[in-house]
Structure formats: C-alpha cells, structure tokens
C-alpha cells in the first residue's frame, strides 16, 4: 500500500487519477484548491465504496503545499508517488493577453509542481525510493499554437525541469516521468479561454477563430479514464520513458511533426484548423 498525492482532483485527469490509485488499495490524498468542488470526486468515491483523503491545497501557496505535505507524512510517512496534475489554461495573443493571467498560468502550471517536487523529496531521499509523475502536455512538445504560447511555454518549461530532475534525484532511486497527454475531456478546455478581447483589440477575431476550433477539437476528446490509467502505469512501471506521450491523437501529432520545421508545419497546422473552424480572418 502507497501513499500517493495527486494534484488537483475536483475534476478531470486528477479525478479519475485518485479514484484508481484507490481502486488498487493505495493511500490516496486526493487534493483539491477548493473543497467545495470535490463532490463529484466524493460521490463517485462513496459509490464505489473507495476510501481516501481530499485535503485543501493551493498549489500556487508555498504555506498550502508545506502545510498539506507535512499532514500526509505525519500520517503516513514519506510519499511514494507525487501526481503533480493539477493546471490551468489560458488562451490568448502574446501582444495583448493580460499579464495577470499570464502569470497565474506560469504559477500554477510550472512553478506549482517545482513546490510540490521539492517538499515531497526529502523524504523519498531519506528512504531512497519514489516516484515523482509531472502531468504535462503535448502543448509541451509541439509547436505552439496561435493564442496558446503561454501554456505551451509552461508545459515546455516543465519538460525541461523533468529532465534535469530526472537526472539529478536518479541515484536517489527516485524515478521522474512527463507525461504529455493529448485532447482529453476535461474541465481545463471549458475554462481555457481569457475574457473575450474587446472590439479594438488588432487579435480579437482571430482570438474568435481559435475558439472555435479548439471547441471543435474538444469534441473529439478522451475519456480521462485513459489518461488515468497512464499516469498509473507510469508510476508502476520503471521502464517508463521519461517523456511519455498519452493518447492516440498525440502519438498522432508527434509522428507527422517528424522531421517538419516550424516553417513547414504552421501552413498545415493553419489547413486543418480552417478545416474546423472555417477561413482564418487574417491568414498570412
């Protein structure tokens, strides 16, 4: 029986995630930044007959993360998987989205698991084992695209982090995975859009047209359940490649990316965008 944290479980990847690391019998501590939106976890969990924890924790909070790490290990003794899932996305132009919002992406999405890493591995070192899953994208290792730079830099950032820590807590006999899942069906892509820009701004009906087709891509999406079941092989399995990509649509993607500069994929990326959302309204 492990203890495992997983990140940002009122929803999505992180919900499906906690339910089966508690299908297996583990100590799940199924966090959330706002209890009142973990009834769908607790329900599911009760329907099921499923036992595990739901404690408070704000990964953007450094007191949040200490505090709720602290309270798992002085139950249970160190952690034996960190799922650091939890995430935010924000479309919008580099030029004009609003610097707030900007900064509360990067925050949550690569400043929030470099929090959680470090207070879960101290103890992982001192008992020499653990497993450390980063939640990524595939926004991470593709090109980005139009409106979405900032939450491809964050996922990119933190594939680059996984990579070093990889290397640095290894003789520690701790293991780090980063997974980078494609379209799945979760809250992240209701919420995604920053407020519409007003009429004056030069990128607002290009802003228009990007919604619509990742609306449209939304459609197509994957059961989280899928995803779920990755990061818990993943956490399983040793022989894990550190980047692991997790769905068809992705392992898709990758393999047509193969090869292609930037310069050759954006006129192909722009075909199949208006193959969805119609004529880019200012398509070079």
Known sequence: MRAVLVTGCSSGIGLETALAFARRGDRVHACVRNPAGAGELLRRAHAENLTLDVPRLDVTDDASVTAAVAAVQDR??????????????????????????????????????????????PGMRARGSGVVVNVSSLAGRTFAVPHGGFYAASKAALGALSEALHAEVQPFGIRVVCLEPGSFASAIQRRSAAPQPSASDPYAADHAWLARFLARVAE??????????????????????????????????????TGLSHEQWLPRFLEHAESLAGPRPHRP
Request: with cysteine.
């Open 76 to 121: 249970h003794g160190p952690v034996d998987v960190l799922v650091n899932n939890a995430g935010i996305d924000v479309t919008g132009p580099v030029e004009t989205l609003p610097l707030d919002r900007a900064r509360d992406l990067v925050e949550t999405n690569f400043w929030g698991p470099l929090r959680m890493a470090r207070a879960v591995l």
């Open 220 to 257: 197509g999406a994957a059961d989280c359940s899928e995803a779920a079941g990755a990061v818990v092989a993943a956490a399983d399995d040793p022989g894990t490649p550190l980047h692991t990509v997790v769905g068809k649509d992705a392992e898709e993607a990758l393999q047509l990316l």
